[in-house]
Every structure is written in C-alpha cells, then in structure tokens.
Nanobody, 121 residues
C-alpha cells in the first residue's frame, strides 16, 4: 500500500516562509503528477500547484511568484517552498500524487494526511 506523509507546516508571521514536504512510500511504479492542495475553513479545496514528471509546473494565480513546487523523483518526494506568506494562505495543505502501483494499473490519486499552515498578521 502507498502512504503519503507530509511535514513542514506550522505557524509563521506574515511575510515569512515555510517549506512543506511530502514523501510517498510503498510499491510505486511511477508518479505522473505531484501537487499541493489547500482547504481553508468553510472553503472548498483548491489546487495550489502541481508538477508533472517532465518538470512542467502550474500555480494558482494567488500564489504565483511566491510559491515554488519541486520534486525529487529518486525520493518520491514533492516540496512546496512558500515565501512572502499572507494570512490568506492559512489553510490545511494536502499533498496529492497521481501514480501507478503497477505498470498495467490505471493511475490513481493518493492524498497526504494534511498539514496546518497558519499565517498571522
């Protein structure tokens, strides 16, 4: 079975930085897409950023220029470097990976447990 474990959340002042990590373990054939989502209280979960195996990235407009997503394929790990944090960034951040456990299996989405990011004024 596949497990995604997140780390790096916490409390930070506005303008500060945090770096989130998410490592996948278990039997994994390939990971096509790694991404980060976030969900604030009373809000719908939204895509923050994702990165495909070829390295192309996509960001929500609200985080462009401030957040950077990267991946270490050898470690099955995705990172989210968050700079110039704003109170509006406060949310639970969830790691997501679209992966195959076997070459013949269809890709499926796996989720981390979520990590709280709180940005104070």
């Amino acid at each position: 079975q596949v497990h995604l474990v997140e780390s790096g959340g916490g409390l930070v002042q506005a303008g500060g930085s945090l770096r989130l990590s998410c490592a996948a373990s278990g039997s994994i054939f390939s990971i096509a897409v790694m991404g980060w989502y976030r969900q604030a209280p009373g809000k719908q979960r939204e895509l923050v950023a994702h990165i495909i195996s070829g390295g192309k990235t996509n960001y929500a407009d609200s985080v462009k220029g401030r957040f950077t997503i990267s991946r270490d394929n050898a470690k099955n790990t995705v990172y989210l470097q968050m700079n110039s944090l704003k109170p509006e960034d406060t949310a639970v951040y969830y790691c997501n990976m679209m992966l195959k456990i076997y070459s013949s299996s269809p890709p499926a989405a796996y989720w981390g447990q979520g990590t709280q990011v709180t940005v104070s004024s």
